[in-house]
Antibody, heavy 124, light 111 residues
């Protein structure tokens, strides 16, 4: 059964870098035509897409966060990672890793598989 | 546009049908058949229930259906059940810098 699992520190200090890893189990991250990415949700608020990556390294980012975000992939470990630098309290959120479903067109963006999410708090 | 517009809450009695709207612009909902819908129960990850406006993934109840007219997409839940009580989010591709945009979410209450 294909599963995604987020891991990383639950607390990050302001101005530092938030780093999370998503481990994919049950299938190879290199198989198929899927993009793998990150979506966050501040406590009690709505969802925000951060970015997604293909196993080859091709990335798409939310332009509003692009200057602070790097998403990378490690196919040998079947993992992909998120780095968000210069964090502030507004980056406090539940961070989900998610798979973009297969779509026939460049505008077909939907997320058909999600991790359980991990809460990251930005606080000194 | 910072987010697609959804009503904050919708309620209905068991067995009834309810509809949740999701309003965008010609940069997202209006020009692309890219609307997806997610159901999120408290403390859980979102679950995809509709993709590409009206496609229902395998295993999702046929009580959920999606449609679109101009800049507004809609999710209809028919035969409302207690288990449908959750938050619902719409999403779409957008030509804005954000690339993918979500709605603010709608809380569905089963009376």
């Amino acid at each position: 059964q294909l599963q995604l699992q987020e891991s990383g520190p639950g607390r990050v200090k302001p101005s530092e870098t938030l780093s999370l890893t998503c481990t994919v189990s049950g299938a190879s991250i290199s198989s198929g035509s899927y993009y793998w990415g990150w979506i966050r949700q501040p406590p009690g608020k709505g969802l925000e897409w951060i970015g997604s990556i293909y196993y080859s390294g091709t990335t798409y980012y939310n332009g509003a966060l692009k200057s602070r975000v790097t998403i990378s992939v490690d196919t040998s470990k079947n993992q992909f990672s998120l780095n968000l630098n210069s964090v502030t309290a507004t980056d406090t959120a539940i961070y989900f890793c998610a798979r973009r479903g297969l779509g026939g067109n460049y505008y077909n963006w939907y997320f058909d598989l999600w991790g359980r999410g991990t809460l990251v708090t930005v606080s000194s | 546009q910072s987010a697609l517009t959804q009503p904050a809450s919708v309620s209905g009695s068991p067995g009834q049908s309810i509809t949740i709207s999701c309003t965008g612009t010609s940069s997202d909902v209006g020009d692309y058949n890219s609307v997806s819908w997610y159901q999120q129960h408290p403390g859980k990850a979102p679950k995809l229930i509709i993709s590409d406006v009206s496609n229902r993934p395998s295993g999702v109840s046929n009580r959920f259906s999606g449609s679109k007219s101009d800049n507004t997409a809609s999710l209809t839940i028919s035969g409302l059940q207690a288990e449908d009580e959750a938050d619902y989010y719409c999403s779409s591709y957008t030509t804005s810098i954000t690339h993918v945009i979500f709605g603010g979410g709608t809380k569905v209450t089963v009376l």
